[in-house]
C-alpha cells in the first residue's frame, strides 16, 4: 500500500460525457501528478500540482483539466470523452516539488468510455 | 521530446536464468530511474541513478546509468516467479519539470 488512494477504481461511460477521478495523496506529500496509461502511448505523464498550484504540464489534452485543494486532494476532469480515452489513469505523489523525488504511484482508475 | 526506449518489449525465462533489459535515448538525462509495475497496481520505484557510470545493486538486481547518461540498464540474476511484471523506466529531463516514461519490459518468469 503506497498511502495514495484513487475513486474511483472501475469507471465505464460513454462517448461525450464527462467524469472527474479523485486523488489522495500520502499525508505529508504536497505534490500530486496525474499519469495516463494505455496500450499504445505506455505510462504518459499528465499534469503535475505542488502545494496547490498547476506546476508542470505534459501530453494533457484540452478536454482534460485538473486541480489540488487546499487538503491537497487533486481531481482530475475529464470531458467530451472519446473512444480513445479508455486508459488507466495514475496519480502519484511526493514530498517535495521536483519530479525526480520518489514518486508514490496510487493503484489506478480504470476508465472504458463506450 | 526526450524518448526513451525498452527493450526487449517482451521477456519470458525461466527461473534461474539471468537477464537484462535496457533503456535507451538519443537525450541526456539528469536522472533514471526504474520501476516495477505488477497487474493492477501502480508502479513502484526500485532505484533512481544520477550519475553518469553509476551502478548501484538491491540484491539480485544491478542498475546501470551509461556513462553518457543516455541509456541505462537493468540486469536481474538468478530470477525468480516474484520478480515477474513490467519493468519501466523514467528519465527527469534536466529542467527537472517532469519523467518521461519508456514502454516497458513485460517479464514473466517461469517456475
Known amino acids: 500500500d503506497s498511502g495514495v488512494t484513487q475513486t474511483p477504481k472501475h469507471l465505464i461511460t460513454a462517448t461525450g460525457q464527462r467524469v472527474t477521478l479523485r486523488c489522495s495523496p500520502r499525508?505529508?506529500?504536497?505534490?500530486v501528478y496525474w499519469y495516463q496509461q494505455s496500450l499504445d502511448q505506455g505510462l504518459q505523464f499528465l499534469i503535475q500540482?505542488?502545494?496547490?498550484?498547476?506546476?508542470a504540464k505534459g501530453n494533457i489534452l484540452e478536454r482534460f483539466s485538473a486541480q489540488q485543494f487546499p487538503d491537497l486532494h487533486s481531481e482530475l476532469n475529464l470531458s467530451s470523452l472519446e473512444l480513445g480515452d479508455s486508459a488507466l489513469y495514475f496519480c502519484?505523489?511526493?514530498?517535495?516539488?521536483?519530479?525526480?523525488?520518489?514518486?508514490?504511484f496510487g493503484p489506478g482508475t480504470r476508465l472504458l468510455v463506450l | 521530446t526526450q524518448l526513451l526506449e525498452q527493450s526487449p518489449q517482451f521477456l519470458s525465462i525461466q527461473e534461474g536464468e539471468n537477464l537484462t533489459v535496457y533503456c535507451n535515448s538519443s537525450?541526456?538525462?539528469?536522472?533514471l530511474q526504474w520501476y516495477r509495475q505488477e497487474p493492477g497496481e501502480g508502479p513502484v520505484l526500485l532505484v533512481t541513478?544520477?550519475?553518469?557510470?553509476e551502478v548501484k545493486k538491491l540484491k539480485r538486481l544491478t542498475f546501470q546509468f551509461g556513462d553518457a547518461r543516455k541509456d541505462s540498464s537493468l540486469h536481474i540474476t538468478a530470477a525468480q516467479p516474484g520478480d515477474t511484471g513490467l519493468y519501466l523506466c523514467?528519465?527527469?529531463?534536466?529542467?527537472?519539470?517532469?519523467?518521461?516514461f519508456g514502454g516497458g519490459t513485460r517479464l514473466m518468469v517461469k517456475p
Open positions: 499525508s505529508g506529500d504536497l505534490s
Open positions: 500540482y505542488y502545494n496547490g498550484e498547476e506546476r
Open positions: 537525450s541526456v538525462f539528469s536522472s
Open positions: 502519484a505523489s511526493s514530498v517535495g516539488v521536483s519530479p525526480q523525488e520518489t514518486q508514490y
Open positions: 523514467a528519465g527527469g529531463d534536466n529542467a527537472g519539470n517532469m519523467l518521461t
Open positions: 541513478v544520477v550519475t553518469g557510470g
